[in-house]
């Protein structure tokens, strides 16, 4: 089958990959830890509690006016109510202009919430000079530098595209199993991955695992802080509803930055989709397709890795291999991919997407693809499930079909992915 999915043209700037426009200043996608120096990650609105972190221009026009409206993806503190929030557009010649949003959506566990709005340029505008909100008794704001410059989606392909979201990568993570990540996905089939990363909150080893990926162009990688640390503190190293809340400004980013993929994914670096009988993603899509006609996208049930469990294979190195004792599938914490076009505009979430009429979503059957994701017990789990044991709901099996794939895919010059995997842990001299 052959999935026509519409192209669009694209406009000749802001379309390069490797810049992210804020304030309508140009700045250079991280190359090291010292291009955060004094860099603004996001847009305070004059005198609010509203802090915009991007601009990304949408084209759903269906009378040829391209680029007809943006998404605007912001915190917005709960003294302040989402709905009467406004847009504002700065033209080129100094203009201002305040319009009404169309839609919002948001995501609301804590003091702080992430929203994204839809802002409809103005039918006589041809040229933007930036994007801000305000709140909808005010005036727009006169203040220049409290408009964002909109970036557009990156450039869309004629053949079937696949792009995958990895939210924000922090912490101590090995650096193997990032590698083993992005070589896995690379060689499934995904073109385009999307990450963001804080300084505070990641080592030199697996920053230097994602640079070599961003300078292969199969990585972008953005940065990241979150407004008002001062006064409401929190980082993603302690879980909590509020960084929750801040993770959805990443999936706001996504979904618009890689709009000209055909299939977009939300899906963290400990997490692997797993095609049981179809050799790569590609084939799977098709297939999905083929058999759901009407599908907005796929969700993959959850097969847990339980790391407390102990490493089966203790001579290895990686991940998939070292842990080959599962729980059964469940439908919890799921994963999806989907299809462009198909789902409402900022309705995607880490586990939820919102179809547009006439789609729905697909739970994909177990025998068709699961997603394996290697974690350890989770605190909620403790009291109502045995997962430390392996009894009852976490029932242990054994399962080292992900540690067969990586031994026995082929991906260039007769070595195997396992093989691959290891030498670019020697080039880069990380464990």
């Not at 860099?39 to 609010?48: E, G, K, W």
């Not at 919102?354 to 789990?381: E, M, Q, S």
């Not at 029932?395 to 396992?418: A, C, G």
Request: net charge positive.
């Amino acid at each position: 089958m052959c999935i026509h999915i519409p192209t669009v043209p694209f406009p000749d700037d802001d379309i390069v990959t490797n810049v992210l426009i804020i304030k309508a200043i140009v700045v250079t996608v991280l190359d090291d830890f010292s291009d955060f120096k004094g860099l603004n990650i996001f847009t305070q609105v004059a005198d609010t509690k509203l802090f915009i972190y991007s601009v990304i221009g949408r084209n759903t026009s269906k009378t040829g006016n391209p680029w007809n409206e943006f998404g605007v993806s912001a915190w917005i503190h709960s003294e302040l109510k989402p709905k009467y929030i406004a847009c504002c557009f700065l033209l080129d010649n100094g203009i201002l202009i305040k319009s009404n949003h169309t839609q919002y959506w948001y995501y609301a566990l804590d003091v702080m919430f992430t929203v994204q709005y839809t802002c409809m340029k103005p039918k006589s505008v041809l040229h933007l000079r930036g994007i801000s909100l305000t709140v909808s008794n005010k005036i727009c704001s006169s203040n220049y530098s409290t408009y964002v410059r909109p970036m557009y989606p990156s450039r869309r392909m004629d053949k079937e595209t696949i792009a995958l979201c990895a939210k924000q990568i922090f912490g101590n993570l090995r650096p193997s199993l990032v590698v083993t990540w992005f070589e896995y996905n690379k060689a499934m089939g995904v073109d385009k991955i999307v990450t963001f990363v804080n300084e505070s909150y990641l080592s030199q080893n697996t920053y230097k695992v994602l640079k070599y990926y961003k300078n292969q162009g199969f990585l972008e990688i953005l940065p990241i802080e979150f407004p008002m640390q001062d006064v409401i503190p929190r980082e993603p190293l302690h879980k909590s509803k509020l960084v929750a809340s801040d993770e959805q400004i990443f999936v706001y980013f996504c979904q618009d930055r890689l709009a000209g993929y055909s299939f977009i994914g939300v899906i963290d670096v400990d997490e692997f989709i797993f095609p049981q009988k179809d050799t790569n993603f590609k084939e799977l899509m098709r297939s999905l397709m083929d058999k759901y006609t009407d599908s907005a996208s796929y969700t993959f049930l959850v097969e847990y890795y339980i790391r407390n469990w102990g490493r089966q294979n203790t001579s290895e190195q990686l991940v998939p291999i070292e842990y080959i004792q599962r729980a059964a599938a469940m439908n919890d914490r799921v994963k999806n991919i989907a299809v462009r076009d198909r789902f409402e505009p900022g309705s995607i979430t880490t586990h939820t997407v919102n179809p547009r009429n006439g789609f729905k979503n697909i739970i994909v059957p177990t025998d068709v693809a699961v997603l394996k994701h290697y974690r350890t017990c989770r605190d909620d789990w403790k009291p109502k499930y045995d997962c430390i044991n392996g009894t009852g709901t976490f029932q242990r099996f054994t399962d080292d079909s992900l540690k067969k794939k990586l031994e026995e895919m082929i991906v260039k010059d007769n070595i195997t992915l396992y093989g691959h995997i290891l030498h670019i842990m020697k080039y880069l001299d990380v464990k």
